[in-house]
C-alpha cells in the first residue's frame, strides 16, 4: 500500500514538473515588457514564433519593427504625391528623410543583434524612433497642422519601446 502511495505521488511529481516545463514561452517573455497585448498579438502573428528561443522571439519583433517603420515610409511618400499644402508638404517630406534613416536603423539592429552586439542593436533600435518623434513634431511647429499618420507614429514609438525593453534582457 505504501508503495502505491510513493508511487501515485512520484507520478503526480513528475506530471506537475512537465506541465511546468511546457510552460509559454512567448507569454513568459511578453510578460516583461509593458506592453503584454501587443508584444503577445506581434509574436503571435508569426508562424515562427513557436519554434524559436527567446532570441528569436526578439528578433521577430525588430523584423517587424523594419516592416512597420517601411510600411509608414511608403505611405508618407503616398501622401507626399498627393499632398498639394505647402506646409505640410514641408512636413511630410521632414517625416520621408528621417523615416528613410530609421529604415537604415532598423536594419542595423537587426544586423548588430544576430551578430550579438546587443548594446549597437539596443541602440539602433532606439535610433528608429526618432522618426516618429521627429515627425510628430514637425506638425507640431507653426503653423501647426495635424498629422495625417499620428496614429502609426504613436504605434510604431510603443512597438519600438517594446522592443528594446526586451533587448535590455540580452548583455554582451
Given at each position: 500500500?505504501?508503495?502505491?502511495k ?5 507520478f503526480?511529481?513528475?506530471l506537475?514538473l512537465v506541465?511546468?516545463?511546457?510552460g ?5 517573455v511578453?510578460r ?5 497585448k501587443?508584444?503577445i498579438d506581434a509574436?503571435?502573428?508569426?508562424p515562427?514564433?513557436?519554434s524559436v528561443d ?20 511608403n505611405?508618407?511618400?503616398s501622401?507626399?504625391e ?6 505640410l508638404?514641408?512636413?511630410l ?11 537604415d536603423n532598423a536594419?542595423?539592429a537587426?544586423?548588430?543583434f544576430?551578430?550579438?552586439d ?6 539602433s533600435a ?5 522618426a516618429?518623434d521627429?515627425?510628430?513634431?514637425t506638425?507640431?511647429?507653426p503653423p ?5 499618420i ?15 525593453s526586451?533587448?535590455?534582457q540580452?548583455?554582451?
Amino acid at each position: 500500500m505504501n508503495s502505491l502511495k510513493a508511487l501515485i505521488v512520484i507520478f503526480m511529481l513528475f506530471l506537475s514538473l512537465v506541465t511546468y516545463s511546457s510552460g509559454d514561452l512567448i507569454e513568459d517573455v511578453c510578460r516583461t515588457s509593458s506592453y503584454f497585448k501587443v508584444c503577445i498579438d506581434a509574436l503571435r502573428s508569426d508562424p515562427k514564433s513557436s519554434s524559436v528561443d527567446k532570441k528569436g522571439l526578439v528578433r521577430i519583433l525588430l523584423q517587424q519593427c523594419l516592416t512597420k517603420t517601411k510600411s509608414i515610409y511608403n505611405e508618407i511618400v503616398s501622401l507626399l504625391e498627393q499632398e498639394k499644402e505647402p506646409v505640410l508638404i514641408q512636413c511630410l517630406q521632414v517625416c520621408k528623410e528621417n523615416y528613410d534613416i530609421s529604415i537604415d536603423n532598423a536594419e542595423t539592429a537587426i544586423k548588430d543583434f544576430d551578430a550579438n552586439d546587443f548594446p549597437g542593436a539596443r541602440s539602433s533600435a532606439a535610433g528608429v524612433a526618432s522618426a516618429p518623434d521627429t515627425c510628430e513634431e514637425t506638425f507640431n511647429e507653426p503653423p501647426v497642422r495635424i498629422s495625417p499618420i499620428k496614429s502609426k507614429d504613436d504605434d510604431l514609438m510603443n512597438f519600438i519601446d517594446l522592443t528594446v525593453s526586451l533587448m535590455n534582457q540580452f548583455t554582451n
